[in-house]
């Protein structure tokens, strides 16, 4: 549940002044009377305001559960996101799991020109190197989940729709990129800009961060 | 910032009943007002509770920042856990590699009568088969790390902890034990039962849970 922003405007004024009157309300945001009546109701229906006859509108407030749920929805994929771990697609399968060594991570994208082309995870390397390939031939391209297959999230989504991502799609980390029409093309089609990767380190991190605050 | 059992009380009594004496407040619990001196000025110290002269107290709340830590907080790694893919110490760099395949987890305890021994990971497996070893005679507790180098956790430590650990020791995942006493022995020493697990998944599923709460 979330709520617009006269909303939360109406429930800070009530917090800040309450109790107070729908008109004295509509005068603070320089509003009429009627056009604030579906907000109060939707206000008091769900709890954050009550309404007491002759007196005026109290705060209640969100439940603490529903705080929480909107604080953490307020984290950003673009105030976590991490530096994301490139190798190129010509890059051989012994050299792509040297970079995830010394790099430590899970998961490598594969881009040309910092354009997504590919991902690939310890699982995929594991899978390979138990194969009958020769590591230092084998290019990372032939490996890879191409970007076809890929999940991705942007800058502006909330750090749970990425948390939802990872879990309905059983993957450990996603490439965070900007999507850009390519123009130089006959068939013009959309092209992903990598800036980054969230994983469940990520998300780890964060709830981590919410479980620490301090009075 | 933890409340004590009588404090929530307090606050749970001012939050339905205020404004209220701390009198009032005192005959609800059924102690001497002066018992009650030092909770009320924890209180209203912190900010939970507010006394107006005359009148007596009124609720104001936690911080939702606070109230979001107290929730997270309050998650714990026995509610969380997931069951453990367990493989014995003899079993072939091959087959655990098979067994983490077709079970999809990234990490896999070694164990002996359900006692911890070892656990390995995608990255110890990835490291192992990139060696000259024959994976079909190496025993996995050639590469597993050892028991006295791992880190673990108890049920009944909070989610927070075990999230706090992974990122600490930069590990995906934790063994859930109880710790046991071995009378067997004629040195005793303590032995590690298994119960589960903990992963950046199980914080990653918490986050989740915690940022849909519907009104």
New interface residues.
């Given amino acids: 549940?979330k709520l617009s922003k006269r909303q939360e405007a109406i429930a800070h004024i009530v917090r800040e002044n309450g109790p107070v009157t729908g008109s004295a309300i509509a005068e603070h945001l320089d509003v009429t009377r009627s056009a604030l009546r579906s907000d109060l109701a939707v206000l008091t229906m769900?709890?954050v305001l009550e309404a007491r006859p002759n007196v005026g509108y109290y705060y209640v407030?969100?439940?603490?559960?529903?705080?929480?749920?909107?604080?953490?929805?307020s984290y950003s994929v673009h105030d976590a996101l991490s530096q994301a771990v490139i190798v190129s697609p010509e890059t051989n399968l012994y050299n792509t799991?040297v970079t995830?060594?010394t790099e430590?991570v899970?998961t490598i994208l594969v881009c040309e020109d910092s354009y997504l082309q590919g991902v690939v995870s310890?699982?995929d390397?594991?899978?390979a190197?138990?194969g009958q390939t020769d590591?230092h031939t084998m290019p990372i391209s032939m490996i890879m989940t191409p970007v076809s297959k890929l999940i991705v999230v942007e800058p502006s989504d909330?750090?749970?729709v990425a948390?939802?991502k990872?879990?309905d799609y059983?993957v450990?980390c996603l490439p965070v990129v900007v999507r850009e029409d390519d123009e130089s093309q006959d068939n013009p089609k959309r092209r992903l800009k990598v800036v980054g990767r969230v994983?469940?380190?990520t998300?780890?991190?964060?709830?981590?961060e919410?479980?620490?605050?301090?009075?």
């Fill in positions: 549940m769900i709890g407030g969100l439940s603490p559960k529903n705080q929480t749920a909107e604080i953490l929805r799991i995830m060594f430590d899970g310890r699982k390397l594991l899978r190197s138990m590591p909330s750090l749970a948390a939802q990872m879990i059983e450990d994983s469940k380190t998300v780890t991190k964060a709830f981590l919410c479980s620490t605050q301090e009075v």
